[in-house]
């Protein structure tokens, strides 16, 4: 199968779950011994794989990359056919399917949320921080977005129409997906995310704690992920005083950066726990398991808006239990389904502190039962949710006959 990404692969110097979603489905679905022509603004970027053909794009503005992007993707597909056009973007999903169908056989489109749920999220908890001399402005900013999500919803709904077929991430994106926009539920295919076993895997601890300048005896409690507002890390911090008050001990590792990560920081200051938080800000995706593998529980407490409507697949959750260890997650659909069929990690109610700490003091008390959950966590995800597994299924959609 010949297939071209229509979205820009960037270099993967940054853990972003987008960016690491679209470099293991590519180099995994070249492992299976398809074509796979991608767009890049680093010539280096998967080129060592074989079957990935890369087209080099230079980098500069804004103005400058969409230019050359859109020159550079016209005129390789003005000048060869493909068996498959796959996009994540709504807009190439969009523009691929008025002027490229002839020069393919499918054009799957890819959804892994709702964009207008995320972006009120954001622009919800922005507003709160606004101070009442803003109001003016931030209605006037709120007319304007709410202009520019309406046109963002009317271009998904005419990429998802003008495609084949569509991939949705959890049931809940695909029951949405029908329900809201109307597209025939056997058009769409349900694949969830993975993670990279080869290098999300159990290491030795005192390694990677000596590497990491960690200490040796502390008990670590990590989250890994995009600081967003449906990640739910406030409730972690908010945990913070109860587990202390019985491990005081402990420390709180928060891998990752975002929009919320001021706030989180004023929030650990305010409670009095921010001597025992470390926030590390960006780490390159490769370096993300030797935190994990520093570390004794993992947690992902996400909060129901957004998450509980489409449902998740997360791939820090399969990232943590593929590296052994235990878990402490929201009891939402997708990530309670894992929880219970892998026995990996204890599911919480969404949004409580108080029984995410009772959880995680639970593990702490009992390394028995953390080594235990972590041992069946890393079975259930080596064996379900590896990217290779994830691509085989996105390999058969690409070549199947065409839905609705």
């Known amino acids: 199968m010949k297939m071209l990404f229509l979205d820009i692969v960037w270099p993967l110097y940054l853990a972003d779950g987008s960016l690491i979603h679209r470099h293991e489905l590519v180099s995994n679905l070249a ?6 022509h991608i ?13 990935i053909r890369c087209h080099y794009i230079r980098p500069g503005s804004l103005l400058t990359l969409t230019i050359n992007y859109f020159r550079s993707s016209a005129g390789l597909v003005g000048s060869e056919t493909f068996d498959v056009l796959y996009t994540r973007n709504p807009n190439f999903g ?15 489109y890819e959804l892994n949320g709702i964009p207008e749920d995320e972006s009120s999220l954001i622009k919800s908890r922005c507003s709160e921080e606004k101070s009442l001399q803003e109001e003016q402005m931030v209605n006037l900013s709120r007319y304007f977005s709410s202009a520019k999500a309406s046109l963002k919803v009317s271009v998904l709904k005419k990429a998802l129409g003008l495609s084949d077929k569509v991939i949705a991430v959890t049931p809940g ?26 290098l999300f895997k159990p290491l030795e601890q005192e390694a990677c704690r000596k590497e990491l300048g960690l200490d040796a005896e502390t008990p670590y409690i990590c989250f890994v992920g995009n600081l967003a ?29 975002g929009v919320m990560k001021e706030e989180l920081l004023n929030l ?7 001597d025992r938080f470390v926030f590390t800000g960006v780490v390159s995706y490769d370096r993300v398991p030797v935190y994990i593998n ?89 064996e379900n949710y590896s990217w290779y597994s994830v691509a085989k299924q996105v390999d058969g959609v690409c070549k199947s006959g065409p839905k609705g």
């Open 31 to 36: 492992k299976l011994g398809n074509e796979i």
């Open 39 to 51: 767009f890049t603004t680093d010539s280096s970027t998967l080129s060592n794989l074989d079957n």
């Open 94 to 108: 969009f523009l691929a399917g008025l002027f490229c169908k002839s020069r393919c056989k499918n054009l799957v």
């Open 173 to 198: 994106i695909k029951a949405n997906l029908e329900s809201s926009y109307n597209i025939p539920g056997e058009k769409i295919t349900v694949v969830s995310n993975g993670a990279n076993t080869s």
């Open 229 to 257: 507002p449906w990640q739910g890390v406030e409730y972690l911090v908010k945990a913070a005083s109860s587990i202390l008050s019985r491990s005081p001990e402990c420390c709180f590792l928060i891998v990752g950066d």
């Open 268 to 274: 650990s200051k305010e409670l009095g726990v921010a």
């Open 294 to 382: 520093a570390s004794d529980i993992c947690a992902a407490p996400f909060i129901l808006a957004r998450n509980a409507k489409i449902g998740l697949s997360p791939l820090k959750l399969y990232e943590y239990m593929a590296c052994g260890k235990p878990v402490v997650a929201s009891a939402i659909s997708g990530v309670d389904d894992v929880l219970k069929a892998s026995e990996g990690g204890i599911p919480v109610p969404p949004e409580n502190p108080e029984a995410l700490a009772e959880a995680i003091s639970k593990l702490l008390d009992n390394r028995e039962l953390r080594a235990k959950l972590g041992s069946k966590g890393l079975s259930h995800v080596t």
